[in-house]
């Protein structure tokens, strides 16, 4: 674990700079993590076990335990820069552990603590995750979730049927992200090349692309796919509880 009392790096401080670099892409970041939020406490109560599944930074992880103080996380992900990020701002908290998991491995969950979680949360990461092997997590996700439990996916979801409000939601969208951008805000690249700059994540950083290339897309499905998807795999319920224009939670229940 990567320790900031040894590396004199400020975690809290790379954590704060994603959280930004992620809000120039969705700045209604934080209303999606308070519904996420507020339907754990309905569906599984204020002390959930929760797996932050393609955890990055931690940025699900940092807002449950503000808001769940006894809630318990257990973050995912194979990405080295950002677990380090993850394992240096969470150093000492006894309620975050984390598991480096490939989740196109059919044996990734094999790795983690427990069998089963009160609540598996994602956001803004299963995106580049194509149908095929999306269909085949959602049905290894079935397994994890506690019955009563919940699963919520909130990422970008695309209905093809749609292609003029697409156009037009999208346009509007990154004539604000450039305006953004002109007033300084960083964006993906800009960011990872700050990470690559440091001497702490340069070498994590090198590894991260090593593993992922230059970041790509999946198909993003539609809403309603998901729900029907989650149904199949074992869900009992399965439907949309927030929308912004381009983004969807997608919310399961076992």
């Known amino acids: 674990m990567t320790d900031a009392a040894v590396t004199g790096t400020d975690w809290a401080a790379w954590q704060q700079s994603w959280d930004r670099q992620q809000e120039w ?25 929760v797996l932050d599944l393609a955890c990055g930074t931690g940025s699900i992880t940092d807002r449950l335990l503000r808001r769940f103080p006894k809630a318990t996380s257990t973050g995912v992900d194979l990405d080295p820069a950002l677990l380090a990020i993850a394992e240096g701002y969470f150093a000492g908290d006894e309620r975050v552990g984390f598991v480096t998991a490939d989740l196109k491995d059919p044996r990734w969950a094999e790795a983690l603590p427990y069998d089963s979680y009160d ?32 699963f919520m996916n909130a990422d970008h979801m695309i209905d093809q049927g749609t292609p003029r409000i697409n156009a037009a939601e999208r346009a509007q969208r990154h004539a604000r992200m450039d305006e953004a951008k002109a007033a300084g805000a960083l964006d993906w690249a800009d960011w990872w090349a700050l990470a690559a700059a440091d001497p702490v994540l340069a070498g994590p950083t090198a590894r991260r692309f090593e593993i992922y290339g230059e970041h790509a897309d999946g198909d993003m499905p539609a809403p309603r796919w998901h729900a029907d998807t989650l149904r199949a795999a074992g869900f009992g319920e399965a439907r949309t509880v927030w929308a912004s224009p381009s983004d969807t939670i997608v919310l399961a229940v076992k």
């Open 25 to 49: 892409y969705m700045p209604d970041r934080e209303e999606r993590f308070r519904v996420m939020l507020d339907m754990v406490e309905a569906l599984v109560g204020p002390e959930p076990r």
């Open 119 to 150: 609540a598996v949360l994602t956001a803004t990461a299963l995106h580049w995750l194509h149908s095929e092997p999306l269909a085949a997590l959602y049905g290894q996700l079935a397994g994890i979730v506690r019955e009563g439990g919940v």
